[in-house]
């Protein structure tokens, strides 16, 4: 495991529990610290199912969640 990353923290946004397996992977192989935030509805920006179009490419909305 890199020691690049030990100890420092990432902002993971979660509307449907995938914090439940990130967190641990984010933990136990980079050694990150992870604060969750629950007040944010990435669904806005369109869903993988199609529930929800996307609106915007691949790129501008991975730079708009982030």
Known sequence: M???FQGRKVLLI???RKE????PLFLSSLGLEVDLS????TDT???FDGEA???L???ET???KC
């Open 45 to 47: 920006l369109g869903t």
């Open 53 to 55: 179009n996307r609106e």
């Open 62 to 64: 991975l730079c708009k």
């Open 20 to 23: 439940e397996i990130i967190a």
């Open 57 to 59: 490419t691949p790129l």
């Open 2 to 4: 890199s020691k690049l």
């Open 38 to 41: 629950l007040g944010n509805d």
């Open 14 to 16: 979660s509307k449907h």
